[in-house]
């Protein structure tokens, strides 16, 4: 079946650095694929989202590439600031059928970022 | 612009009672998606409707129900509730799908106590 799997946090960062969370897939065909952002008390955000091979999505100064040969949608983010403290999840929405069909989640990575 | 809205925000209740959660999907949007968010793990998705009729299920327990209504509001009915019942529950919904876009945006979520 359909799996996210993404890099075990939390993740700490100084204001200004350089920030990574590593994603990977599990599934077949291809799969539309989403990071969305919670912070504390709040519900899911989109963040940005790529629905085919090597398109890249962007939003806030965060980025990320679907990459089919590597099934991977890293997020990155050039200079993190400390609003940017949340956590951050990975999910994707398989391929064929209904489009429209359930999200699957990574288990989250917590980001804190300090000034 | 209008969100997702979900009520009641927070609902405790006793073990073997019963919680009617709410959700009012973005107008015109006519997909609606329940997932059930424990703590400190992903959201896992239970069910979804389009057009009032259910279009998929997930990991949603026999003692769960739910239903999308005419005016496309969903109400997530769950009974004989239990201590692993307490959790973040997120209402989602997308469309019009003749629009062709199809990107899943959240309610705030209904946090649910059982004692």
């Known amino acids: 079946g359909n799996s996210v799997t993404q890099m075990e946090g939390p993740v700490t960062l100084s204001e200004e650095a350089f920030l990574t969370i590593n994603c990977t897939y599990t599934a077949t065909g291809y799969p539309s694929l989403f990071w969305y952002v919670q912070y504390p008390g709040e519900g899911l955000q989109l963040l940005l989202k790529?629905?085919?091979?090597?398109d890249k999505g962007s939003n806030k100064g965060f980025e990320a590439t679907y990459r089919k040969e590597t099934t991977s949608f890293h997020l990155e983010k050039g200079s993190v600031q400390v609003s940017d403290s949340a956590v951050y999840f990975c999910?994707?929405?398989?391929?064929?059928?209904?489009?429209?069909?359930?999200?699957?989640f990574g288990q989250g990575t917590i980001l804190t970022v300090h000034p | 612009a209008a969100g997702v809205i979900q009520s009641p925000r927070h609902l405790i209740k006793e073990k073997r009672e019963t919680a009617t959660l709410k959700c009012y999907p973005i107008?015109?949007?006519?997909?609606v998606y329940w997932y059930q968010q424990g703590p400190g793990q992903d959201p896992q998705f239970l069910i979804s409707f389009y057009e009032k009729m259910q279009s998929d299920k997930g990991s949603i327990p026999d003692r769960f129900s739910a239903q999308q209504f005419s005016d496309y509001h969903s109400e997530l009915n769950m009974s004989s509730l239990e201590l692993g019942d307490s959790a973040l529950y997120f209402c989602?919904?997308?469309?019009?799908?003749?629009?062709?876009?199809?990107?899943?945006?959240f309610g705030p979520g209904t946090r649910l106590t059982v004692l």
């Open positions: 999910a994707l929405r398989r391929s064929g059928g209904t489009s429209y069909g359930k999200l699957t």
């Open positions: 107008p015109r949007h006519d997909t």
């Open positions: 790529a629905t085919k091979a090597d």
């Open positions: 989602a919904s997308s469309g019009p799908r003749d629009s062709g876009t199809d990107t899943q945006y």
